[in-house]
């Protein structure tokens, strides 16, 4: 059975639509710094969303600094 590709999002849509044109390198610098605070700002905010959500506070953070969340394997 073939895989089947899954459609452009609406963002690639509009990323093609801008880079369809030819930019300055320090243009694409700066777009690249555009999405990359944008993103940033979304992870934080949903971050922050979840920690309210949760109740957490400071005790919490802490906690989450000295704990090792990595899994644990049996020496061999």
Known sequence: MKAVKQ????LQ???LKL???DLPEQDLIAIRQMLIQYFAK???DLADYA??????N???E???LNEHFRTSY???
Do not use: Q, V, Y
């Not at 459609?7 to 609406?10: F, G, H």
């Not at 920690?51 to 957490?56: M, Q, V």
């Open 13 to 15: 849509l509009e990323l």
């Open 7 to 10: 459609p452009l999002t609406n």
């Open 62 to 64: 802490e906690h989450f």
């Open 51 to 56: 920690w309210k959500k949760k109740g957490w």
């Open 42 to 44: 979304e992870s934080m």
């Open 19 to 21: 880079f369809a044109r």
């Open 74 to 76: 049996p020496k061999k």
């Open 58 to 60: 400071k005790a919490d």
